[in-house]
C-alpha cells in the first residue's frame, strides 16, 4: 500500500518547504500532492499564470523521492473571477448568490466557470503531463457543495430544463412521469418547468420533480469531473491515472457515475 501526506506548499514561506517535504520523506511516506486549493497562486490574475513555485515544489518532493499527484484547482476560484464573473457562483434555495471566501461556491452548470476550468486544466496538463515525476492526477477535491448541496442558479435551471429534454423528449411525457394532474401542475412547455424549490412554494415540492432535480444535480457534477478528465486524458503520459476523492456523507454526489475515472 502506498501511504502519502498532503502538503500546501503556498501556506509555507519557501525557506521551509526544503524541511516539511523532507520530513515527509523521513517518516517514510511515499507520496504528497500539490494544487487542489492553489488557483489563486497558479493564476493570480486573469490569463497570467504561474506554475515556478510548483515547479519548485515538484522538485523538491522528487529530490526526497516522492511520488507526486498533481490536483485541478478547481474548488477555489480566485477572487478576481468571483467580483468579475459572478455568474460563476451557486445560488442556494432562498435565491442568495453564494460569495467568495470558502470552497466549492461555483456553479457546476456555469459556462463561463467551465471556460476557465478548461483553460487552467490545460496549462497543467501542458506543463505536468508528460512530467515523470507526476504520478497521477487528482480532479478538484471532495466534489460537491457541502451542505447547500443542490444548485438553483439560473445556469442550473436552463441546464436542468436541457437534461429534462434528453430524459423525456416531450412534455406530455415529463407531465405524465410527474404526475402534474395533481393540483393542475401539467406544464405545456419545458420553459415552464423551473428548479423545485420549497421556498417558493405554499406546500410540499412535487417529490418525482425533486427526485429528477437530484438526479440531474449528481449528473452535473459528474459531468464536471468527466470534463476535466476527458482535457487531461489527451495530453498526459497514459502511465499517470487519473482520479478524485468523493466523499459518500453528500447525496446530491453519485459517484458511480464517473465510471470514466481510471479508479476512485
Known amino acids: 500500500m502506498h501511504v502519502g501526506a498532503y502538503y500546501y506548499p ?38 497570467k499564470y504561474d ?36 455568474e460563476i457562483l451557486m445560488t442556494n434555495t432562498d435565491g442568495r448568490v453564494i460569495r467568495h471566501g470558502t470552497r466549492q461556491h461555483i456553479s457546476w452548470s456555469s459556462k463561463k466557470y467551465r471556460e476557465f476550468t478548461e483553460k487552467i486544466v490545460t496549462k497543467l496538463a501542458e506543463r505536468y503531463g508528460q512530467d515523470a515525476r507526476i504520478w497521477g492526477w487528482q480532479i478538484d477535491n471532495e466534489p460537491s457543495h457541502y451542505g447547500l448541496k443542490e444548485d438553483y442558479g439560473d445556469a442550473a435551471h436552463e441546464r436542468f430544463r436541457e437534461w429534462l429534454k434528453n430524459k423525456y423528449k416531450t412534455i406530455e411525457q415529463l407531465n405524465d412521469a410527474w404526475g402534474t394532474k395533481f393540483w393542475s401542475e401539467v406544464y405545456s412547455n419545458f420553459e415552464q418547468v423551473r428548479i423545485p424549490n420549497e421556498k417558493n412554494l405554499v406546500l410540499f415540492v412535487n417529490p418525482h420533480a425533486m427526485l429528477d432535480f437530484k438526479r440531474f444535480t449528481a449528473a452535473e457534477c459528474a459531468s464536471f469531473v468527466s470534463f476535466q478528465y476527458n482535457l487531461l486524458r489527451k495530453s498526459v503520459l497514459k502511465e499517470q491515472w487519473i482520479t478524485t476523492n468523493f466523499m459518500a456523507i453528500y447525496d446530491a454526489v453519485d459517484p458511480k457515475l464517473n465510471d470514466d475515472l481510471d479508479f476512485i
Not at 501556506?11 to 517518516?27: F, L, S, T
Not at 510548483?54 to 468571483?82: F, H, Q, R, Y
Request: some cysteine; overall charge negative; proline content about 9%.
Open 51 to 86: 506554475f515556478e513555485w510548483l515547479d519548485e515544489a515538484v522538485e523538491i518532493a522528487s529530490k526526497n523521492g516522492l511520488k507526486v499527484i498533481m490536483c485541478t484547482p478547481t474548488p477555489t476560484p480566485p477572487a478576481w473571477m468571483a467580483e468579475k464573473y459572478p
Open 10 to 47: 503556498e501556506h509555507w514561506p519557501r525557506n521551509q518547504w526544503e524541511r516539511d517535504i523532507g520530513n515527509i520523506a523521513k517518516m517514510g511516506f511515499d507520496f504528497t500532492h500539490f494544487g487542489e486549493f492553489a488557483w489563486t497562486f497558479m493564476e493570480p490574475e486573469e490569463g
